[in-house]
């Protein structure tokens, strides 16, 4: 069992940056293909961006292409999401997640997940 600890949010102002962190409370991140979700209210959970275990592959939704930069820090046992130029319409709870599959060769995100992190809110409002 793994337990992933996922934290940083906050609220920001449009336009300015947050960076998550997500973490393990025991056990390692190495093998796992980590994905990062969010679920704003009245919506469906969605993902946001994913990244293999050797850390070369990504993806994100369209909507954040250009604005969030996900990586990994192994010697830390860290991934982290970091968000610019933030809108809005990024308000959600953000849920980092240790996927079932790997992020294929195309770099796309399973959606199946094995674990899941406690979220963290991130609200961008003026």
């Known amino acids: 069992q793994l337990q992933l600890v996922d934290s940083g949010g906050g609220l920001v102002q449009p336009g300015g940056s947050l960076r998550l962190s997500c973490s393990t409370s025991g056990g390692t991140l190495d093998y796992y293909s980590i994905g990062w979700f969010r679920q704003a209210p009245g919506k469906e959970r969605e993902v946001v961006s994913c990244?293999?275990?050797?850390?070369?592959?990504?993806n994100y939704v369209d909507s954040v292409k250009g604005r969030f930069t996900i990586s990994r820090d192994k010697a830390k046992n860290m991934v982290y999401l970091q968000m610019n130029k933030l809108r809005p319409e990024d308000t959600a709870v953000y849920y980092c997640?240790?996927?079932?599959?790997?992020?294929?060769?195309?770099?796309?995100?399973?959606?199946?997940?094995?674990?899941w992190g406690q979220g963290t809110q991130v609200t961008v409002s003026s």
């Open positions: 990244i293999n275990h050797f850390g070369d592959l990504s």
């Open positions: 997640a240790a996927l079932k599959f790997r992020v294929t060769a195309q770099g796309l995100c399973p959606p199946e997940v094995d674990f």
